[in-house]
């Protein structure tokens, strides 16, 4: 089968198409004929070393994909070949404590796709049968891919971290992005009063589309200002983040009194500072967020499947031009995923 891989960590140049041996399923496991995969900017760092994550070389990139069963390995009942599926990213352990408590996104020894499997940028992979989720027949290949890592992280954050309560406000960073754009609709559906903000207004009406009661610009306009008006010199009950950087510091400033900031991220500043004296004055919170449930992303694909949510996907791309599809993302002027369809 083709795969992309790398053999060495550095920029676009280091990705190869490449004819590797086809992968067989074992005891327990599935093997998925792969019939989308969707980047995300995780895979920009895997590829230049510094996502933090252990990495074997060489590499296929690609941690969320959509396809069909094509054959099962022994002693797995509850699938068969032709099923349409999405694999759950996580591997986890099913018997740590966190595991036998409904958390398996704490799970103490996980594994991943593509850094403990095969990779999705690739036309198979194996995963474990049990880690297989059903794609609803309305959802299409390409938006199932879209789907998993964008609205299950955004409903972990927001309602099972965040507790996002209906009536509530919340303000999330940073629109235009796959989390951000599906945190505004999640957010919308769940009867939030959903402030957003982004770049560029081009960014800003898209968001309205999905439901953004009140969008601000945050390169040109004063965040916090904006959000204490907009919230009767209130603040918002919740700050979805995930930028890092200033962002940071300006959420915090823009929650109420005992508000929440849920964290899953920090491209633009891994490392802040921050103001400790108001923060315990106004008695607030901040949250980290990592991956999701497997429960969690069938229930996402259940509400896409009845038209309630829709993974966005701005482009398509053979896998052969991977090189012009991380490009794209690295210019990070789309709005939805970008998604590879072997
Ligand atoms: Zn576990």
Not at 191 to 207: C, P, T, W
């Amino acid at each position: 089968m083709k795969a992309v891989r790398f053999h060495e960590f550095g920029g676009l140049d280091v990705l190869r198409v490449e004819e590797v041996d086809d992968p067989t399923p074992g005891p327990g496991e599935a093997l998925v004929r792969i019939r989308a995969s969707a980047l995300n900017h995780l895979d920009v760092d895997v590829r230049d070393g510094t996502s933090r994550f252990p990495v074997t070389l060489p590499h296929t990139l690609g941690v969320e994909l959509a396809g069909d069963v094509e054959e099962l390995g022994d002693g797995v009942e509850d699938w068969s070949p032709g099923d349409r599926v999405n694999p759950y990213i996580m591997d986890p352990c099913g018997g740590c404590r966190y595991c036998r408590t409904g958390r398996e996104s704490l799970c103490l020894t996980p594994g991943f796709i593509s850094f403990t499997t095969g990779g999705g940028y690739a036309e198979q992979v194996v995963v474990k049968a049990r880690n297989l989720i059903r794609i609803p027949d309305s959802v299409s290949y390409e938006q199932a891919a879209a789907l998993q890592v964008a609205f299950g992280t955004a409903w972990h954050m927001l309602f099972t971290r965040g507790n996002l309560r209906t009536g509530e406000s919340v303000m999330i960073n940073s629109v235009g992005s796959g989390i951000g754009s599906a945190a505004v609709q999640l957010a919308h559906l769940g009867g939030a009063f959903v402030i957003g903000n982004a770049s560029s207004r081009e960014k800003l009406d898209r968001a309205a589309g999905l439901g953004m009661d009140a969008g601000i610009n945050h390169a040109t306009e004063d965040v916090v200002a904006r959000v204490m008006e907009l919230t009767d010199e209130r603040g918002v009950d919740l700050v979805y983040e995930h930028v890092g950087g200033e962002l940071f510091q300006k959420g915090l400033d823009s929650l109420t009194k005992d508000g929440r900031l849920v964290i899953c991220g920090g491209h633009s500043g891994e490392v802040v500072e921050f103001d400790i004296i108001p923060f315990f004055r106004a008695q607030k919170s901040v949250i980290g967020s990592f991956v999701y449930t497997r429960e969690e992303v069938a229930k996402c694909l259940e509400l896409a499947g009845r038209g309630l949510i829709t993974p966005l996907v701005h482009q398509t791309f053979p896998l052969d031009d991977v090189r012009e599809a991380m490009a794209t993302m690295q210019r990070r002027e789309h709005f939805g995923k970008l998604v590879l369809v072997p």
